[in-house]
């Protein structure tokens, strides 16, 4: 399996930037896919994720409301819509997948990074003030 990311680069504060991530291999039937940051100087954390149905999303309180997370299913593709920016937003970003099935605690699994099994490259994101 591989995941390609893409749609990183520089911006303003305020500015918008949408990343893509394409999940190509072969894969199980149904995948769930998230999307994780690592700053410079700190440990990669938990942005968003969405469930095979795309009806479950989960995002992390620093970006909810300003983040949107969507897929399709038919190209394996999953998507980052990030909406005004801040330079808090500065990171590297990496899409993951896993597979997608009923779960204890399910709004914590799909937010732990250990329970993803593929990783993207990453995409670099960075905002200026």
């Known amino acids: 399996v591989q995941l390609q990311a893409s749609g990183g680069g520089l911006v303003q504060a305020g500015d918008s930037l949408r990343l893509s991530c394409a999940a190509s291999?072969?894969?199980?039937?149904?995948?769930?896919m998230g999307w994780f940051r690592q700053a410079p100087g700190k440990e990669r954390e938990f942005v968003a994720s969405?469930?095979?149905?795309?009806?479950?999303?989960y995002y992390t309180d620093s970006v909810r409301g300003r983040f949107i997370i969507t897929r399709d299913n038919a190209k394996n593709t999953v998507y980052l819509q990030m909406n005004s920016l801040k330079p808090e937003d500065t990171a590297v970003y990496y899409c993951?997948?896993?597979?997608?099935?009923?779960?204890?605690?399910?709004?914590?699994?799909?937010?732990?990074?250990?329970?993803?099994?593929?990783w993207g490259q990453g995409t670099l994101v960075t905002v200026s003030s």
């Open positions: 993951a997948l896993t597979e997608d099935a009923p779960r204890l605690n399910t709004g914590l699994y799909y937010r732990d990074e250990r329970n993803y099994d593929y």
């Open positions: 969405i469930r095979w149905g795309g009806q479950n999303t």
């Open positions: 291999g072969r894969t199980v039937s149904r995948i769930s």
